[in-house]
Every structure is written in structure tokens, then in C-alpha cells.
């Protein structure tokens, strides 16, 4: 690992500057302290052209640090409007709106909060941003009584507020697991993004996917013909690692499973590691599976957008199921997919009545709470398969790695899948170490990056809201000797990386599966020299030398 | 849309930098952004390789080749390819190829 910072990070002050975190609140009430707009600290405005391809209102070339926002004339009726439709359509929206008591249970759970001591990224604070509107214009008490009953006028300020504070939160959930309520509040986020979205007021790292997902299928915006060249390159470097030739099914119909990853997996390293585990595993088991270069994605950043853009981009991994004629879905390595798939699809898109209840074709156990969804998560499979004894695993060749496990948000507090990725991990690997307790599981501290903010421009914000998790790291890096950070979402892979960088140097980020074809004996292999990054395997370092 | 000068010419970029009109990448472009991508002088022809077999791929398969592949493809280390290119090949290489930044969980 090189002693210098990645280039992304050049620009970045040191981590003990940045660590300097002054907690004290501003002397000025905040309602009346104003956002300020810096390099580091926002993501950049949706470009036009991805609005166009969505038909969304309002495209056109705008700067958040610029005066003028190019707001439409009518922008405070639009505001209104959307907010009482959805007030009437989302009863949660309405009781998250009502019932929060300010206790302040939530206030230091924000890994935002924690890493940048603004007060407004406390989540209760943030969302008072949103509901001090709905008092003053929505509730009796707060248009008689105005800020006594801690209502405020809707201003242009507020809605530059909004897109500040909305972009620098993940919806991750974590605030949610200690608020007494349940109130959720990347709920809440998601409604003051569907507002300022009504305005045209976007961020492109999160609406470029979108867009590309209605023309290609996927996140990045891969052809067929790029998504194929990528699955047959991962074959190839497969075979030349274990001499076991493998093929990859893609739109196959009638085939048992429907295998869907977020794009990152065929793309991004680590990801695309994993992604050569996966076809490795399957070929293994010889599985009547199939890829789809129409339900390319996993991922779905419509979360991070709407709901009407969540249902859009969902039906896709269904339709696609249908058209294929698969019996069930099985989902791979995705953070924020489980959340969508968990606790959306059913009502938006389901219920997926002409797929059948999922059963291991290998083991034969069935996955009854997959039973509405009709997707069972990749963690979930594997570990069964492991449990029946159906791999052949040596977890000695990953004795190079000594591993912690980084929960995904969505996966743990969504989902609730703790105990597979582990019972998955402590068979492939030998070396584990759990982090401390309030940073894993439901407790887990998000990467910082997720919910469309995993990009460059916004690196301040990012490394401040990966604090928590890097320090975590960290503590088991210099405690157990941590090389390792396995996860298991794309966005994790793609962001832990600079976490780590900044944070922890020197640990390094994979996947699940990548870990589990490294150990996964394969039938007619030969004797493996290298790992799937091509490292030499421990104990054949010297053979390598020669 | 932000305005960059190149050697005479004016081409419109991202707030990152990137070229936005595809069709208007030209190899003086590729030269002439170098600088500003902290590569000192005429390109060298290992840089030209690695360039002209992104924008081939680019032709092919409307992306940028995965990373692995490239170097795979073009025989370099990765190690190498920062070398030549400071930001590396996604921010650099693909920069100064006219190529967009590939977004999404990456």
C-alpha cells in the first residue's frame, strides 16, 4: 500500500486537521443561520440532460454556489402543493411529521453530526427543517402562533437549506434505531428530495444513474454488449487462475434463477472481484441461473429520488423475471436494493404472485421469508449451502487477510441480515475480528457515501460523515493487526475504499464472495498459485519469486 | 456549462473537467489538457496506447473498459498507469480520451 494519499484526497486537509470538530453550536438562533456553500461540502446540480431523459421538470445549467438557482416563478405554490399531496398520500410522512418530541435521541447517531459538529446535521434538527415548514403552513398552531410554535415561512433560503442538509444525509437509518418513536428518518429526507426535485433541484451523481438505468438498464450505462464483454472477461480470468473453464448464462430463458448485481460488481474494483466469485461459485454448482442485460441493476437510485422513481426502477428486475419465465430471484452483493426489495416492493410493484416460492435447488431448504419479494439475498443462499456442507472450502488460502466486517446500512437495519455474512466469513477465512459493538449490526456506522453522495466533489462531507466507521477500523487495525474490510454493498466497495485510505491506511476493501471463491475448492481445478487479484496465495509467495 | 481554453480552442467541460461534447476530442485536445492533468510534455507513446485503446473501447462499447481489463489489455500495472496519469486512468486517462466520468456505485 503506497504512503501516499490517493489523488482524490491530495486536496483534502490531514485527518488530524479535520478531526479538530468543534461541537459548540453557533450563538445565532437556526432559523436564522444561513448555509454556506463550499467546495468539498455539496455535490454538484443534476445535469439538464439527465433531467431531459427523465422528463422532470425544470432542466437547465445552475450552481448551488451562485445567487440565482433558476427557480420556477411559481416555486413556493409547487413546494406547497407537493408537500400536501404527499401529506395526504403518505400517512408515515404525516405522523413523522407530527409526532416527534425533540427527546434528542437521535442527536449523536448521525455520523454526519459526529464528524462535522454542525447541529443541523442532527437528524432531529435536520428534519425539523422540513416539518418547521409544515407547522407554519400546514397545522393551526403554527400559522397562528408562527416560530412560538416553531413554525417558519417557506424562503428561498429555506430550499437552499433543504438541498444542503438533504445531500448530507445518507438514509442510512441509524438515527432511526434509537428514536422511541421509529420515526424514520431517512424517510424524511426522501421527502425533501422529492420536494426540491419538484423544483428541479437534483444532484447528477445520483440522477446520472437513474437516467442511465431507463436507457441501458444499469447505473453506469452499460450496453448488452459491454455488460457481456465484462462477464466473459471475469470467465476467462476465472479459468486462468483455476484451469476450470466457466460459462456464463446471460438472458436465458426458462432458466431456474434470475442473478441480479448492482452494475458496480461488472465495473468498479473491488466489486468486480466478487462478481468473478459469484460466477465461479455457481458454475461450481453447476446452477440453472441466468443474467440479464435488461435487469442489469440491483441498485436502485430512485431511492435516493422518489417513490414514484423507486416503483419505476424496480419493476424492471420483475419484469425481466416474467419475460424469462425463472422461478425466483436471487439478488447479490447490493446494499440499498434490500431496502427497496424489503420494505417497498411488495406494496409498489407486488406481489410477484407468477414467480414461485424460492427454494435451494442444492439444498432444497426453503427461503420462506423471501416468500412476498419471491428474492432471496445472496448472504442467505450461501450460508445454507455452506451449513449443508455443499463447498469444499480451504478459508487457509485468505490467511493473508485478517478480517473485520463492515454491516451495510441497508442490508442490517433493513433486512436484518447479521448472522449470514459472518457464518459465510468465519468459513472462508480464518483470521475475524469484530469491530467494537455500537459500530456494527444494527448500531453499524454508515460509509459515508451512500444515498447518491459517493462522489468526488463533496469530499469534505464525505470524509467527515466517515469518521465514525474509519475510526472503528481503525481501532481493530492497530488492536488485531485489521487488513481487511469486507462488505457487502457496491457502494460500500466503492467508498470504503477512501475511508479506509483517510482513516485507516493501509486496510484494504472486499467483498464477500470474493473471499469465498479464493477458498471455494473447485472440481478439476489446478493447483492455484494467485488469488483473485492475482497476489500470489499464502504459502506459494516464493514459488511466485522464482 | 463551464468553458475550458485549450491551445486556441474552447471546449465545453463539467464541473470536473470532463469534455462534454463528445465529437469534439481531437488528439491536440489530449495534448493540450496534459498540463492541467500534471503530465509534463508531449505525450509519450505508451500514453497515446493507453488513450487510443480507451476511445476505441468507447467506440465499441459506449464506456469506459473496466480498469481490470485495461490494464490486462494494454499490459500495464496499474502502478504504471497512475504513473502516467496522476488522477489514474478513470479521472486522467479517460479525461484526456474525452470520455465522460462513469457514476453510480463506483
Redesign the interface.
Known sequence: MSSEL???LADSPKPKELMAIDYRPPQQPWMETPVNFKPGNYC?PT?AKNLRVLDMPNPR?WAPEEEDWKLPENWMEIIREGMKDRLDKYRSFKLFMDICVRCGACADKCHFFLGSGDPKNMPVLRAELLRSVYRGEFTKAGKILGKLAGARKLTIDVIKEWFYYFYQCTECRRCSVFCPYGIDTAEITMMGRELLHLLGLGI??AM??VA?CFR?G??????P??FK??LD?FAE?AEEITGVKIDVPINKKGAEILFVV???D????P??YTCTGYIMLFHELGLDYTWSTYASEG?N?GLFTSHEMIKRLNAKIYAEAKRLGVKWILGGECGHMWRVVNQYMDTMNGPADFLEEPVSPITGTKFENANSTKMVHIMEFTADLIRHNKLRLDPSRNDNRIVTFHDSCNPARAMGILEEPRYVIKNVCNNFYEMPENTIREQTFCCGGGAGL????NMDTRLRGGLPRGNAVRYVQEKHGVNSLACM???D??TLITVCDYWARGVEVTGIHEMVANALIMRGEKDRQTDLRGEPLPGKEDEEDV | MPELELGGNTYEVDEDGFLQQLDKWNPQFAQDYAPLEGIDGELTEDHWKLINYIRDYYEEYGIAPMIRKLCKDCKFKLKYIYEMFPSGPAKGACKLAGLSKPTGCV
Open positions: 490517493p489523488p482524490e454538484f445535469k445549467e447528477n451523481w446520472e444513474p442511465n441501458t444499469n447505473h453506469l450505462g452499460i450496453l454488449n459491454g464483454d465484462a472477461f480470468d448492482p452494475s458496480g461488472y465495473f468498479g474494483d466489486g468486480t441498485g437510485f459517493g462522489t468526488d466533489e454493498c457496491a457502494i466497495r466503492a
